[in-house]
């Protein structure tokens, strides 16, 4: 039947779409948003001119809001995860050859406390200090990703080529995702703000207490040191992850949506085809009982009768199901576009249903009393 097929397609679709939102929700995004507020801050170039000026801003921000109640870490960077704002450059470590081609990265300014205000674990070496300057050696961190470009993944120590020089590798970050949860990233280069200070900056505060209820003494700090600095994009890091995930949830409801009325739609048909075949064989079946045939085996034929129809129907939608997945595979996150559980399970739950709904005209052909269906015209 067209309607089954149809609705198994559907079905399958919504299916897929489910299972990729639960392992989505699931997913390590490479840091712990909960407890923490970020905002967005622009420096004007006519008020702070130089990296000195700007970078002393952000030091004695981070140092006003780590003093407020409840605050237990701040820090700063230029690319905040999940956000999709990054620096891309060439990267090379110094086990490749300058000749080969360079790995692109993302590069992202952080301050010393930034790891531990976001919860981004330190897999090796040490994250940066304050001693970190322009004026001592310029150093870096990397993630997991790019620390595989050395043996045994021993980064610390080492040194990277970018941003047009040579930076020691002092520590190794676990990957934070900055674009989506469920996007792979390119690998990241971290370089400390004093040695490269920026205009703009988001600000992460861990606190202990709700993150929400920090906005008014954030903006007050930040009004104690420049009156006439906004801040834009307050946002938790616990709605930037429910954002980041927000189109693939509205996919989904919109795909079980359609499937649902499908299903509906297809139990109906099969309803109603059932019911205007027993009504027309009336006469038969009363013919039949009356020979002596059993109400349990007119209502398995009616039945069997309704799931055959189903069943050609299930087979049909199977092989348009292969086909509409492939088409999804962009929408699918962390399993396969044909993956067994979702292609064994969909294809039960529609023959269940359609099994009532071929049940209800069965059991009244069963119900026929035979003197009145032979006189059934």
């Not at 990397?142 to 002092?170: C, H, L, N, Q, Y």
């Not at 049909?316 to 509409?324: D, E």
Request: net charge neutral; aromatic share 8%.
């Amino acid at each position: 039947m067209t309607e089954v097929a149809l609705s198994l397609v559907l079905s399958t679709g919504a299916g897929l779409l489910v299972r990729s939102f639960m392992l989505m929700q699931r997913a390590d995004p490479g840091f712990s948003g909960d407890g923490v507020l970020a905002f967005n801050t622009l420096l004007p170039s006519s008020r702070y001119p130089n990296g000195a000026e700007r970078l002393a801003f952000f030091e004695q921000l981070i140092d006003r809001l780590g003093g407020l109640p409840g605050v237990t870490h701040v820090g700063a960077t230029s690319s905040l995860p999940l956000s999709g704002s990054t620096n891309q450059t060439p990267g090379r470590p110094d086990v490749v050859d300058e000749k080969e081609d360079p790995v692109y990265v993302d590069w992202v300014r952080a301050t010393p406390d930034y790891f531990r205000a976001l919860g981004i674990g330190l897999l090796g070496g040490r994250a940066f200090t304050r001693d970190d300057r322009a004026d001592v050696e310029p150093v870096a961190m990397v993630d997991e990703s790019f620390a595989r470009a050395w043996p045994a993944s021993e980064a610390v120590g080492k040194r990277v080529f970018i941003m047009g020089g040579w930076r020691t590798v002092v520590g190794v970050a676990r990957h934070a995702r900055l674009y989506r949860i469920f996007a792979d990233d390119r690998p990241q280069v971290y370089v400390p703000l004093a040695q490269a200070p920026s205009r703009a900056m988001t600000v992460t505060v861990r606190a202990s207490i709700d993150p929400a209820s920090l906005t008014a003494a954030v903006r007050s700090e930040i009004g104690q040191i420049d009156s006439n600095q906004p801040i834009y994009d307050i946002t938790t890091m616990r709605e930037m992850e429910e954002d980041s995930i927000a189109e693939r949830r509205f996919a989904m409801m919109l795909m079980a949506g359609f499937a649902v009325t499908a299903v509906l739609l297809a139990s109906l048909g099969i309803y109603g085809i059932l019911a205007y075949l027993v009504a027309d064989r009336t006469h038969e079946i009363g013919v039949r009982m009356a020979l002596g045939a059993k109400q349990g085996n007119v209502l398995r034929t009616v039945v069997r009768q309704g799931l055959t129809l189903t069943a050609v129907g299930v087979a049909v939608g199977l092989a348009g199901a292969f086909v509409v997945s492939r088409v999804m595979s962009s929408m699918v996150y962390g399993i396969s576009t044909t993956d067994p559980l979702t292609f064994t399970v969909v294809p039960m739950m529609l023959i269940g249903v359609a099994a009532v709904a071929c049940y209800l005209p069965a059991w009244r052909a069963s119900r026929i009393d035979p003197m009145v269906a032979l006189r059934h015209e």
